[in-house]
C-alpha cells in the first residue's frame, strides 16, 4: 500500500493573499511532496483551486479548535507541518497547531498581535524597560461612547487616532486634529465597536519602518504614509536607508515586540516611528504575518531570497537563514489612486499592464532615465466590481491599482521614482477615463 503524502496545513488567510498561497501550495509539492489543506469560514471555489483540500472553520469563533479537530478527525495524523496565514487566526490557529503537537509560535501571546489594546497593555507592563531603550509609549484608551473620545482629547495637545482595534489595511483609521470633531471621529469609528476601538496620543515622529522577517532573520522596511485626516500606506520602499545607529534603534525595538507577542519561529511585520533625532522609536503596531503591500515579494527582488519557500520549508524542519544576502538593488510597492471621488468598474480600462507599462515608461522619461533600469514585478487592479472610490484614500481598498518595481539605476532615489509613478499614473488613468463611458462622479 502506497504511503499517503505529508500535508501542510495553512490556517486562513485573506484573499489578497491568494496567489501566495499557490504559491506555498506549489513550493511544498515540489519541494516536500506535500499535499496543501487548508482551514477557513466559508470556502469557496478559488480555495479548492489552491489547496489540495479545504476545511470549512472559522478562526473567530470561541471553539475554532475543537470545530477544526472534529472536521479533520483521524486525518489529523497526516499534517507534518503548519503555518496561520492571518490576523484573524494568530491566535486560534496557533492555538489548533499546538494541540496537534505542531512548531508554531506561542498562542498565549499572540493575541497582543491581532488586538492593538491588548498589545498597548503588554506593552505598559513592561514600560520601565522599553523606557530604557528609548521606546515612547503613546497615551491611549478602549472607546465605548462618544464621550470617551471627548474625554481622551482634553489631554492630547497634539491631536490623537482613534481606530478599530482589530482591524487590518488601516481600515476605521482617523486623525482626529487638536480641536477637531470628536462626534465625527467617533461616528466613523462606531461600526468597528463590537471588536473595539481605542484611541491613542499623535505620536509625532515623522519616520515609518517596518521591521520584517521570518524566524531570526529580519530586515527593515521604509514606509511612505498619507499626510492628513486618513494616514494611509501610500508606497513601501527596501531597502530602507537608515545609518548604523537608526537600524540597531529599529532592530532593539522590534525584538521586543516580538518577545511580546510570543514570536520566536514565524513570520513578523512590526510597524515603528523613529524620532528624527536621539534614535527614539515608538511602535505602531505589531504582526504575526508576511507585511502586506507585497513587501516579501520586494525582499526576494531586492535580496535573492524567496520568503515564502523559506517559511514552507521552516515548517517542515529545514533551517532558515539569519541574514539576507546584499541588495542588488531597490523596489518598492506603489498604491495608485484616482483623480476624484467616482463610482469606477475598472473592468472598462483594459489590461492593467498596459496602463502601467505606459507610466513606467513616463516616469522614466521624467526622471532622464533609461525604462530597462525600471522593471515591473507585479501590478493589478485593487478595484473589483463598480464601487465608489475616493481620491484621498481612507484606507486600502481606496485604492485603484498598485505595481512592485524594481530599480536598477542608482543615481535615482527610490523615494523621487515612488513620487513621480503616482503622478504620472493620474496622467496616465484620466486618458484612459476619457475614453470610456462617462463616470458618475460622486458630489
Known sequence: MPLRAPVLLIVDYNLSRIGDVLHMRNHARERWGAETWLIRANPQDHDLQISDRVIDADPLAPDFVAQALHRLAGDAARISAGLVFSDNAVASGAALLERLGLPVDDAARALAAFDKLAYREAEQAIAPLLDRLGVMLPDFQPIECVNDVRNFALRQERGFVIKPACEGNNRGVVMVAPGGDCEDAFAEVAPYLDGGVLAEAFIAYTREYSYDGLGELWFITEKVSATGRYPVEVAQILPARLNPQERQAIRLTGEQVNRLVGQRIGPF??????????????????????????????????????????????????????????????????????????????????????????????????????????????????????????????????????????????????????????????????????????LKVAS
Open 269 to 438: 511585520h512590526n510597524e515603528i516611528k523613529l524620532s528624527d533625532r536621539d534614535y527614539h522609536t515608538a511602535v505602531i503596531e505589531p504582526n504575526r504575518r508576511p507585511g502586506g503591500m507585497k513587501i516579501w515579494t520586494l525582499a526576494k527582488a531586492v535580496h535573492g531570497l524567496d520568503l515564502y519557500a523559506a517559511w514552507v520549508d521552516s515548517v517542515f524542519a529545514a533551517a532558515v537563514p539569519r541574514e539576507l544576502p546584499d541588495a542588488s538593488c531597490s523596489a518598492a510597492t506603489v498604491m495608485f489612486s484616482v483623480p476624484q471621488d467616482m463610482t469606477l468598474d475598472v473592468s472598462g480600462l483594459g489590461a492593467i499592464d498596459s496602463l502601467v507599462e505606459d507610466t513606467l515608461t513616463r516616469a522614466a522619461q521624467t526622471l532622464a532615465m533609461a525604462s530597462a533600469d525600471i522593471t515591473l514585478l507585479e501590478c493589478a487592479w485593487i478595484a473589483g466590481e463598480s464601487r465608489l472610490i475616493h481620491a484621498i484614500p481612507r484606507d486600502n481598498s481606496d485604492f485603484v491599482a498598485h505595481a512592485c518595481v524594481a530599480l536598477h539605476d542608482p543615481r535615482v532615489d527610490i523615494r523621487d521614482l515612488v513620487a513621480v509613478l503616482r503622478e504620472q499614473w493620474q496622467v496616465v488613468l484620466n486618458r484612459s477615463l476619457a475614453c470610456e463611458q462617462p
